[in-house]
């Protein structure tokens, strides 16, 4: 598309983003085909479901000290995909400024990067069910450090596209291996709650990253040293998801998951038994 159409006010470029409606177009087809509604229609005043939604994550958070391993899970993820998002939404002025990428090779980067992502993602998915969420996201962080520090050290092309590559190969298991961990540790009532506190801390992880990285390049004109200190996120989330305990969060929901299920019993501890640690 960048070729045929012409390049004026960047219409080649712009126009690249059709490509995306096409992608999601085509792609949401299955789910309204074949999908199948589980929840009953219901007749409700409007704003009971507000209410309801408000009311079941203010419970959240007063239960939050009986999932605090997925509580741990939800803090570590927003430090480390910080780093993530940053040095994905920026690696293309970071490409431009050190290494003269063109606009052109800005979007192959960012097309090769997708590919390798979802590669890792799939890969790693064989890791996951071996070893487990916590360690597989480990194991991404670990390389994602090592790759960050080689891309903004690299003298050349060459050192910058395999720290890319390397970078990318772990963006998709440390995403897909995050959700699968949180949703192991949450029962099964809660998860549109978890998960919308999963996908709250993803908005929040659009802030501190490009803060720094900005303050980084404004105070010392350095946008290596920028991207080199996108590996903090890295380091503080990998020292936080080391004090998760991944069985004892997945057993808590499954506690939760059989009370619910047996028929006169509560999840929620009574005023004679104390809740268990």
Not at 60 to 85: C, M, P, Q, S
């Amino acid at each position: 598309m960048m070729r045929v159409l012409p390049d004026e006010a960047h219409l080649n470029v712009r126009a690249t983003i059709l490509l995306v409606a096409i992608w999601f177009g085509i792609f949401s087809v299955p789910t309204f085909l074949f999908l199948r509604e589980r929840g009953v229609a219901r007749q409700v005043e409007p704003g009971t479901y507000v209410r309801e939604g408000f009311r079941r994550v203010g419970e959240t958070f007063r239960h939050l000290r009986r999932y605090r391993e997925a509580a741990k899970v939800l803090l570590a993820r927003l430090i480390y995909n910080d780093g993530l998002v940053t040095i994905f939404a920026l690696a293309g002025i970071y490409a431009m400024a050190v290494f003269d990428f063109t606009i052109e090779e800005v979007i192959v980067l960012g097309i090769v990067a997708n590919v390798a992502a979802g590669a890792g993602a799939f890969g790693f998915g064989f890791v996951n069910d071996r070893i487990g969420g916590k360690w597989t996201i480990a194991i991404t962080l670990i390389v994602l450090s090592i790759a960050g520090l080689l891309g903004a050290s690299a003298e050349t092309r060459t050192g910058f596209w395999a720290a890319a590559m390397a970078i990318s190969f772990m963006v998709g298991p440390a995403q897909s291996a995050s959700r699968m961990l949180l949703g192991s540790m949450t029962p099964e009532a809660k998860h549109a709650e978890f998960f919308g506190f999963y996908a709250f801390s993803g908005k929040l992880s659009s802030i501190l990253g490009p803060l720094l990285f900005g303050t980084v390049v404004g105070a010392t004109g350095s946008h290596r040293l920028a991207m080199g200190s996108m590996v903090a996120f890295f380091v503080v989330g990998f020292a936080i998801l080391m004090r998760v305990d991944e069985k004892a969060g997945i057993e808590a929901a499954r506690e939760d998951l059989e009370g619910e299920a047996t028929p006169g019993t509560s999840s929620e501890p009574t005023p004679h038994e104390p809740e268990g640690e």
